[in-house]
C-alpha cells in the first residue's frame, strides 16, 4: 500500500504539514478580523483554507486552540517570542536594546497580518477568555520584559525610582494603543508613516524621561 492511501482523511503529507497549518492560521485570522470569532466556524475556516474539514483537527484541538496559536503569534505574548534572550537585551544599552524591540513589534504590528490580528483582538480580546484573558496575556508579557529594566536600573542607567514593571507598561502602553488605533486592517502608505513616527515620538520621550546621565553620557 502506498503511503498515499496510508494517510488517514485530513491527515496532510509530512512535508506539506506545516504549510497547512500557517494556512489554517491566515484564514481563521482573515474570517475572525472579519466575522468574529463566535460568528466563525470551524468549516468555515477549512473551506477558506481550502482543506478538508478534518485537516483542522490534526493541527489545533479546536477552534480556541487555533486562537490561541495566533494569539501566542501576534498578540502580547509575541514579545517572547521577539526578544527569547533577556540577558542578551540586558547587556546592551537601554536605548538600543529598547529602539531594536520596538523596531521589531512595530514590523509585526504593521505588518497586514498584524493589523488583521489588533481588530481581532478588539473584538475578541484573548479568544475564549476575552478581555480578561487579553489582560492576564498583557501583565505575563510585562513581568517577563521587566527583567532587563530591573538591570538596567541596577547599573544605574534607568531611573530607580519606579517598579521595573512600571516602566514597561509606560513604555508599551502608548505601543499598543498606536497599534489599535492608529493601524486599521487598510491603513494607507500615509497612515503607516503617520504610525511610525508616533512611535518614534514615543520612543524619544520615554527615553529622555527614563535614562539616566550615566546612560547618556
Given amino acids: 500500500m502506498t503511503d498515499e492511501r496510508k494517510r488517514r482523511p485530513g491527515r496532510p503529507r509530512r512535508d506539506e504539514g506545516q504549510d497547512t497549518r500557517q494556512l ?16 466563525t466556524s470551524v468549516r468555515e475556516i477549512a473551506k477558506q483554507a481550502e482543506v478538508h474539514d478534518s485537516a483542522i483537527y490534526f493541527h489545533f484541538a479546536n477552534k480556541d486552540a487555533l486562537y490561541t496559536a495566533l494569539f501566542e503569534q501576534m498578540g502580547p505574548p509575541s ?15 537601554p536605548d538600543q536594546a529598547i529602539r531594536e524591540l520596538v523596531d521589531r513589534l512595530f514590523e509585526v504590528w504593521s505588518s497586514p497580518r498584524g493589523r488583521r490580528f ?61 497599534w489599535f488605533l492608529r493601524l486599521p486592517p487598510d491603513a494607507s502608505d500615509e497612515e503607516l508613516i503617520g504610525a511610525r513616527s508616533l512611535v518614534e515620538a514615543h520612543l524619544d520621550y520615554f527615553l529622555t524621561c527614563t535614562m539616566t546621565k550615566e546612560a547618556t553620557s
Fill in 24 to 39: 489554517l492560521l491566515d484564514a481563521a485570522l482573515e474570517l475572525f478580523a472579519l466575522k468574529g470569532y463566535a460568528a
Fill in 79 to 93: 514579545l517572547e517570542a521577539l526578544c527569547p534572550d533577556l540577558d542578551a537585551m540586558a547587556s546592551t544599552a
Fill in 118 to 178: 489588533a481588530r481581532v483582538i478588539q473584538r475578541d480580546g484573548s479568544g475564549q477568555d476575552g478581555v480578561r484573558g487579553l489582560h492576564t496575556a498583557i501583565e505575563a508579557a510585562k513581568h517577563r520584559l521587566a527583567g532587563p529594566f530591573k538591570a538596567w536600573q541596577a547599573a544605574g542607567l534607568l531611573r530607580a525610582d519606579q517598579p521595573p514593571e512600571q516602566l514597561v507598561w509606560e513604555l508599551m502602553a502608548p505601543l499598543d494603543t498606536i
